[in-house]
């Protein structure tokens, strides 16, 4: 069954440093997505991407954060300046159709990272 | 704005006895509704979606969930606790064309 896969499955890393998370969303859909967990908090939702572009971001995703998709495969999310309050675990997502009517997202296992 | 309510936080059943997650939702029309699961150091897994083709969706491992739109619930049900359904179980609503609202989990332990 495909799956999406996110890699590494934890980052440990210092203050003001620069992460590349990487997730591989199944191969023929269109539709990406982050979202991150903070330790006990609730789910929250970063940014959409489709056709190359930000479809939307949450007022989280400020300018520390960006995200690409390098080639055919990858969509990475890219924090410029970690700080203690972006450890999380990240979740990426991807679907084959907008959300609306009851599209399911695919989600990856995460990555948990912990900023020091 | 759409928003989802776990209304507990933690559900401790036994197992072989019913399991009741509750959800209530907020939208301004007909919602598109999901529960997914999460496994210890495992992704989310969608275990079942709100179509509005049936108000009682079936979901997999025996889960099913009711959409009452008078009560503006989507409870999820299990008739009998495995082991194996200890986990978060998270609430979810589609808000606008590219993003879910997640309700804050409830987590379910299974006592033997």
């Known amino acids: 069954e495909p799956e999406v896969t996110q890699t590494p499955s934890h980052q440990v890393t210092q203050m003001g440093q620069e992460v590349i998370l990487r997730c591989v969303p199944i191969?023929?859909?269109?539709?990406f997505y982050w979202y991150r967990q903070i330790l006990g908090q609730k789910v929250e939702f970063l940014v959409s991407f489709y056709n190359n572009e930000i479809s939307e971001k949450s007022e989280i995703f400020d300018d520390q954060f960006s995200v690409e998709r390098p080639d055919g495969s990858n969509f990475t999310l890219k924090i410029r300046s970690t700080k203690l309050e972006d450890s999380a675990m990240y979740f990426c997502a991807s679907s084959d159709k907008p959300l609306a009517a009851n599209t399911e997202a695919f989600f990856g296992q995460g990555t948990r990272l912990t900023v020091v | 704005a759409q928003s989802v309510t776990q209304l507990d936080s933690h559900v401790s059943v036994s197992e072989g006895t019913p399991v009741l997650l509750r959800c209530n939702y907020s939208s301004s029309y007909s919602p598109s509704l999901f529960w997914y699961v999460q496994h210890p150091n495992k992704g989310l897994q969608l275990l079942l979606k709100?179509?509005?083709?049936?108000?009682l969706v079936k979901g997999i491992n025996g889960f099913e969930a009711e959409f009452k739109k008078s009560e503006t619930s989507f409870h999820l049900t299990k008739p009998s606790a495995h082991m194996s359904d200890a986990a978060e179980y998270f609430c979810?609503?589609?808000?606008?064309?590219?993003?879910?609202?997640f309700g804050t989990g409830t987590r379910l332990k299974v006592l033997a």
């Open positions: 191969s023929n859909h269109l539709y």
């Open positions: 709100y179509t509005s083709a049936a108000t």
């Open positions: 979810v609503v589609a808000s606008g064309t590219y993003k879910y609202i």
